[in-house]
């Protein structure tokens, strides 16, 4: 018969023999800070471990491996868990990591003896490199979203399901705390992003997204100092914008953009900055992926800005006709240009090498992004073209002559000048002869004017406005309305009357 102490004894065994790790308790590893490529802060450095209160450490190691699972540097442990349950070990640097044009990926082990108790893998791994953690997956990586301003935390704080890509976020550095997680952003094609509301806000306004797409431009082209750029997939573009601290961005470039949808006088963007801890990311996939221009015309910039912003665009045998003098170096102009199927706006920004070159003469072709600054709302106008260089802008010679086409809608093309405190030339084209009909109204829907004009042939025609009322008075300073009207079609515009 059993006395007491060998049946306590017994009891004990095979509690240990069903909970094999009840005397090695569960430690992980819960958030790593290392130290990216250029950066050298090896003070923030740190690596922290999660576990009971109270848990001694001695027997386990930390050990750093290389893509290849070729061990470089252990770290042996000692002291235990503290009462929070964050145990903080500073100032280890372990392998750099990065992106296509960085360092490979690398790994971090958790080990009690020979025993692997944890493993993260984490960043970019080079076709001929693999490492993998728990899952066969890797954590995200910092590089180069943030460098030594994020860490890689398991998210929720301390939570492991035994697979990395589903454990492990980008996060602010906290150690010996919980860790601070992410938001997670909606995943939206540029063409969810770029919906609008009826006055011509982002449907998506406000919200942390995530998107994709090829660079239609080279970052830093528009602004040397700012991230200004654009991406664009299938038929729709966006501009990225802000003080991201992006990687380096190139013509062609496949990118996946984390950030807060907003926008500028219409012009939907992308920026960096937004509400809620959400981390704004901008990583290469991969390169030379070169996406054509869609031919289009001065009706399509007028009528179908919208669904064009962004884009890569071209207009053929366009002359220019107004607007501002072709810039001198160091000067921004819009040149008002004509194809016949109507007017619109070429914007050359000094920041490219097209101020200071010498005018064209006669007709040209211009490729550019489909751009927009409407300051007043429902931003739904003032639509232009921007070539991105001087090699966007060709010549025509007498033997590429081509006939101009038709415009197929009644449209407004330009009010010019608008904001306007003389007079302002409306500018529209008509399909066929026709009778239109031209009201002009306030803000309140007061109409202040109502002429009938007639249109002889199909084409471009000019009205002008002098600001006066059908009583004969000058009309006050503020936002009107013009509404052209011919059979079933109405075409409508903003004018801006300054005194």
């Known amino acids: 018969m059993q006395t007491g102490k060998f049946a306590w004894l017994l009891a004990w065994v095979s509690l240990i023999l069903a909970n094999p790790l009840a005397a090695q308790p569960d430690v992980v590893l819960n958030e ?62 372990w392998l750099n990591a990065g992106g296509p044009q960085g360092d490979d990926c690398a790994g971090v082990e958790l080990r009690h003896g020979d025993d692997v108790k944890d493993r993260v893998c984490y960043g970019f791994c080079a076709p001929d490199h693999v490492c993998n953690g728990e899952g066969g997956t890797k954590a995200p990586d910092s ?11 398991r998210c929720p704080d301390h939570e492991d399901t035994d697979n990395n890509a589903a454990d492990w976020e980008i996060a602010l550095p906290t150690p010996g705390q919980s860790n601070q997680c992410p938001c997670q952003p909606a995943d939206y094609a540029i063409s969810q992003v770029q919906e609008d509301e009826a006055d011509g806000t982002p449907v998506h306004q406000g919200e942390f997204v995530s998107t994709s797409g090829v660079a239609i ?101 366009v002359t ?33 090498d097209i101020d200071g070159s010498s005018e064209p003469s006669g007709p040209i072709s211009v490729v550019g992004i489909v751009g927009q600054q409407d300051a007043t709302s429902p931003f739904t106008e003032d639509y232009f073209v921007l070539p991105r260089s001087l090699l966007d802008i060709a010549v025509y010679f007498a033997a590429d002559e081509r006939p101009a086409p038709v415009p197929q809608h009644l449209a407004i093309v330009s009010c010019y000048p608008n904001p306007f405190n003389a007079s302002v ?25 109502e002429t009938l004009i007639s249109v002889p042939s199909p084409g471009e025609h000019r009205w002008s406005w002098n600001g006066m009322s059908l009583s004969g008075e000058t009309v006050g300073a503020g936002l009107y309305f013009v509404v052209l009207k011919a059979g079933s079609e109405t075409a409508i515009s903003k004018l801006l009357f300054l005194k």
Do not use: M
């Open 32 to 93: 790593i800070l290392y130290d990216n490529t250029g950066d050298d802060h090896p003070d923030s450095l740190f690596t922290e471990l999660y576990g009971s209160a109270g848990t001694s450490l001695s027997g386990w190691s930390l050990v750093g491996i290389c893509s290849s699972s070729v061990v470089y540097y252990t770290v042996d442990l000692s002291g235990e868990i503290p009462a929070s349950g964050y145990f903080v070990l500073r100032g280890v640097d």
């Open 320 to 352: 220019i006709v107004g607007g501002d003098s072709w810039p001198l170096e160091g000067q921004d102009a819009d040149l008002t240009v004509a194809d016949g199927s109507g007017l619109c706006t070429i914007h050359i920004d000094k920041d490219t």
């Open 425 to 449: 030339a409306i500018s529209f084209v008509v399909a066929h002869p026709a009778v239109v009909s031209l009201e002009i109204f306030d803000l309140l829907g007061r109409q202040v004017l």
């Open 143 to 153: 590089y180069p979203a943030g460098g030594i301003s994020y860490s890689i935390a």
């Open 217 to 317: 431009i080279p970052n830093h082209v528009l602004n040397p100092e700012t991230t200004n750029f654009f991406i664009q997939d299938g038929g729709a573009g966006v501009n990225i914008f802000g003080d991201w601290d992006a990687p380096v961005i190139s013509f062609g470039d496949y990118l996946v953009v984390e950030g807060w949808v907003s926008h500028f006088r219409g012009l939907c963007q992308i920026r960096n900055t937004g509400e809620g801890f959400c981390i704004p990311t901008i990583q290469v996939v991969s390169q030379g992926n070169i996406l054509p221009p869609a031919i289009v015309n001065c009706y399509d910039i007028g009528v179908s800005g919208e669904s064009k912003e962004g884009t890569l665009a071209k207009l053929e045998y």
